[in-house]
């Protein structure tokens, strides 16, 4: 009876040909935004978002609606909800394999736009 051993996978191996580079497939971008949706969930369930003011300070930018919310006279409690969770780039990122959404640093705009 044959055995399989090192010696005969180093054998196949070595007989292989290289197969070209294949391009890598892409996850569609609703389901980009789905991952990203319930990352977000879970995250706000062990404690609360970083600030949006926080969150500005350290360089990222804000969408338009983060960026309504950051200037608002409220407290930092407020800025730290998960604002994405009501807008409407969410379900349409969501719900579309190429959604029409154009803000600016928006995540799911951008899941959109590659």
Same mark, same amino acid.
């Given at each position: 009876?044959? %055995?399989?051993?090192?010696?005969t996978f180093?054998? #196949?191996a070595n007989r292989? %040909?290289?197969?070209?580079?294949?391009k890598r497939a892409a996850a569609p971008a609703h389901l980009k935004?789905? &991952?990203?949706?319930?990352? #977000?969930?879970i995250q706000g369930e062990t404690g609360p978002l970083a600030s949006?003011?926080?969150t500005n300070t350290d360089g990222r930018g804000l969408c &338009?609606? @983060? @960026?309504?919310?950051r200037i608002l006279p409220v407290g930092e409690q407020v800025k730290s909800l998960n604002f994405c969770s009501v807008c409407h780039a969410r379900l349409l990122? %969501?719900?579309l394999s190429k959604a029409p959404i154009?803000?600016?640093n928006c995540p799911y705009a951008d899941f959109h736009r590659s």
């Open positions: 009876m044959f %055995e399989w051993g090192d010696d180093k054998s #196949l292989a %040909e290289p197969r070209p580079q294949a935004a789905k &991952i990203y949706s319930g990352l #977000l969930s949006l003011t926080a &338009i609606f @983060e @960026e309504g919310v990122g %969501e719900k154009y803000w600016k």
